[in-house]
Structure formats: structure tokens, C-alpha cells
């Protein structure tokens, strides 16, 4: 099955400062979303984003399909940005998700 | 956006006991499917939950231990059966079958 990496694991930021979280995957997609989710568990959809670049307030992603990565851009981070954010993708026509290992991030006040 | 709800949001068990957990979205979708997280893991699928017919399970994940219904297009249940402390683990639901796939709040199942 498709394999998704992603990095850094882990992640430590000053509160202000910017980050670029990376995921890679191993073959085609019909699908990618980037997901945060918070320290109690829920899931919060941040992009649906198989192709090309969206921006959302402080953050943005891009995926180059081509080379089979995406990137996740969080600006003037907050401390509420603290959680683990998963790339998730999809590669069959069945709507049935691979998740990366997720990357956790700690925002310092 | 769908709106999905679970029940149990968590729960502390014994084990050999069995747990239904449930799970409803706010409006009719083709797909359902159920993940678990281990402790401090990511996300791994456990099946799809088919609408009038059996569920489709991955790979380590068996019928037996996780019994699944869909009755209709908004409702399903995951039953962890002979629970050990190895099923500790968050629940979680979602739906897809469209572009953007939503998940459930999940439920936080403890076993001693």
C-alpha cells in the first residue's frame, strides 16, 4: 500500500515564529488532507489539497503531486497551533485514508 | 460540513467485557468508516462500514473482535469485543465518499 512520511516528528516553537511541516507519500493520490488534531483528540480539518497551494488565514499548504509531497506552512505560530498534524491520503477510488506518523508541535509562550 | 456525533466519548472497562460505541452524521453519506489510535500513534483504519451489507475489514482487523453495523445512511456501531488492555485506544468515526472526509469526536476507551 502507499506509504506517507512525514517530518520533522517533532517540532518546537518560540509563539511567533513560522514552520514548514512535510509530507511525502509513495504514489499517486486522488486525495490529501492535512489534519490538527488538539490535545483532546479531536480531528480539525485544515486543507483537502491533492494539488496545487491553499491559504487559510496564518496557514497554507502545497502539494507538488508530481513529486509526491506537500508542505505545510503555520505563521506566527500561537500556542493553540500545540497539537499533531497528520497528512492523510488517499490513492484508490474507495475513499479509504493512509495517515502519516503525524508531527507534533509545541508552541512556547 | 457533516456534523458527526459519538457516543460513548469515553469509557473505562474490564477486561473480557464488550463496548458499542456509536455514531451519527447530521445528513445521509455512502461512507463510513471506523479508525483506531493507539497511544501516542497515528490513525489506522479498521473497516468500512457498508450500508445493508457486511463491513469491509482491513488487514489485523477481524469481524469477530470488531463487529460492525450500518442499519441506514446516518447511523453505524463498532463493538470492541473480549476487550484486553491492548484495545486501549481512541475510536473514531468519519465519512467520506467526497472530498474532504470528516471524523467523529472519538471515544477514549480505557481497559484495566
Known amino acids: 500500500g502507499i506509504q506517507v512520511e512525514q517530518s520533522p516528528p517533532d517540532l518546537i516553537l518560540q509563539e511567533g515564529a513560522n514552520s514548514t511541516l512535510r509530507c511525502n507519500f509513495s504514489?499517486?493520490?486522488?486525495?490529501l488532507q492535512w489534519f490538527h488534531q488538539n490535545p483532546w483528540g479531536q480531528l480539525i480539518n485544515l486543507f483537502y489539497?491533492?494539488?496545487g497551494t491553499k491559504q487559510n488565514g496564518r496557514l497554507s499548504a502545497t502539494t507538488v503531486a508530481t513529486e509526491r509531497y506537500s508542505l505545510l506552512y503555520i505563521s506566527s505560530s500561537q500556542t493553540t497551533d500545540s497539537g499533531v498534524y497528520f497528512c492523510?491520503?488517499?490513492?484508490?477510488?474507495?475513499?479509504?485514508?493512509?495517515f502519516g506518523k503525524g508531527i507534533t508541535l509545541s508552541v512556547r509562550p | 460540513s457533516a456534523v458527526i456525533s459519538q457516543k460513548p466519548s469515553r469509557d473505562i472497562c474490564q477486561r473480557g467485557t464488550s463496548l458499542t460505541i456509536q455514531c451519527q452524521v447530521d445528513?445521509?453519506?455512502?461512507?463510513m468508516f471506523w479508525y483506531r489510535q493507539q497511544p501516542g500513534q497515528s490513525l489506522t483504519l479498521i473497516a468500512t462500514?457498508?450500508?445493508?451489507?457486511?463491513?469491509?475489514?482491513e488487514s489485523g482487523f477481524v469481524i469477530d473482535k470488531f463487529p460492525i453495523s450500518r442499519p441506514n445512511l446516518t447511523f453505524s456501531t463498532l463493538t470492541v469485543s473480549n476487550m484486553s488492555p491492548e484495545d486501549s485506544s481512541i475510536y473514531l468515526c468519519?465519512?467520506?465518499?467526497?472530498?474532504?472526509?470528516?471524523f467523529g469526536p472519538g471515544t477514549r476507551l480505557l481497559v484495566l
Open positions: 492523510a491520503v488517499e490513492s484508490g477510488a474507495n475513499s479509504k485514508l493512509t
Open positions: 504514489d499517486s493520490v486522488n486525495n
Open positions: 489539497i491533492p494539488s
Open positions: 445528513s445521509q453519506v455512502t461512507m
Open positions: 462500514a457498508n450500508q445493508g451489507s457486511e463491513a469491509t475489514y
Open positions: 468519519s465519512e467520506g465518499g467526497r472530498e474532504t472526509q470528516y
